[in-house]
């Protein structure tokens, strides 16, 4: 079942929103050649206690850390670890936090110093492509109708969308109804009502959408490159609010 939110839940949730982005934004600072992602671990655990906010992702299907941190073929869930990260690699953040009895969530892929074109290019068709996804949340479309605009946009840029994994209703609980897909036909699905809160979130390959999953991560089959945005929204009369509103 779709939770619809009250304007008092709505409200907490903006303020979680903007806990998190503001974590984001000092975790974007630290990720340089030569940090290991267990540092920026450290890095979330420290701002997570500074706000006076708890950690979503720990514990959680017993996730070990705060932060995922995935570089390269990693797709999401990545564990931080003793990795360090080095020039022309990229990394995804991923970020969720509780706050006054609800969840909010968030993901950005950076470059680690200087990066390949194709990289910088797979970071922003991916970055795009959530802007695209967002401008269909709002009443009276269909959550298909967000899936088919990401697909049809990533794939007539040359990449592809993965498909095992979704973004996500998001409230009480970390990953409500329904799952978002980054794939699939317009009309579709329920639709979208007013004050209905949930993530979307594109994971775009370079290679082929298959993945795998290791002790690690999930990893695209084929090794090839990976980028992940992700952003909470509230359905709104007019359309939708982002709240988790880091600029992107």
Not at 32 to 56: D, F, H, Q, R, W
Not at 171 to 189: R, V
Request: hydrophobic share 35%; proline share 3%.
């Amino acid at each position: 079942m779709i939770t619809v939110k009250t304007k008092e839940e709505i409200e907490i949730m903006t303020q979680g929103g903007e806990i998190l982005a503001k974590i984001m934004e000092r975790l974007k600072e630290q990720v340089e050649p030569g940090i290991k992602t267990s540092k920026l671990n450290e890095a979330a655990k420290g701002l997570i206690l500074k706000y006076g906010v708890k950690a979503s992702f720990k514990g959680y299907e017993g996730f070990p850390a705060v932060l995922c941190t995935s570089i390269n073929e990693q797709i999401v869930h990545g564990i931080p670890s003793e990795r360090i990260l080095k020039t022309g690699d990229i990394i995804s953040l991923d970020l969720g936090i509780f706050y006054k009895g609800f969840h909010t969530d968030m993901a950005v892929t950076l470059p680690v110093g200087e990066i390949s074109k194709k990289s910088q290019r797979l970071i922003e068709i991916t970055k795009q492509a959530l802007k695209i996804g967002i401008e269909k949340a709002k009443p009276g479309n269909t959550f298909g109708d967000i899936s088919y605009v990401i697909q049809k946009y990533v794939k007539g840029e040359g990449f592809n969308v993965i498909r095992e994994l979704t973004g996500h209703g998001i409230g009480k609980d970390l990953h409500e109804d329904p799952q978002i897909l980054n794939y699939g036909e317009k009309g579709t699905g329920p639709k979208i009502k007013e004050s209905m809160t949930f993530c979307i979130e594109p994971m775009v390959t370079a290679g082929d959408w298959r993945i795998k999953k290791t002790d690690r991560a999930f990893e695209t089959k084929d090794g090839s490159l990976t980028a992940h945005f992700e952003h909470t929204i509230a359905i709104t009369k007019q359309g939708c609010q982002v709240l988790t509103g880091l600029k992107l």
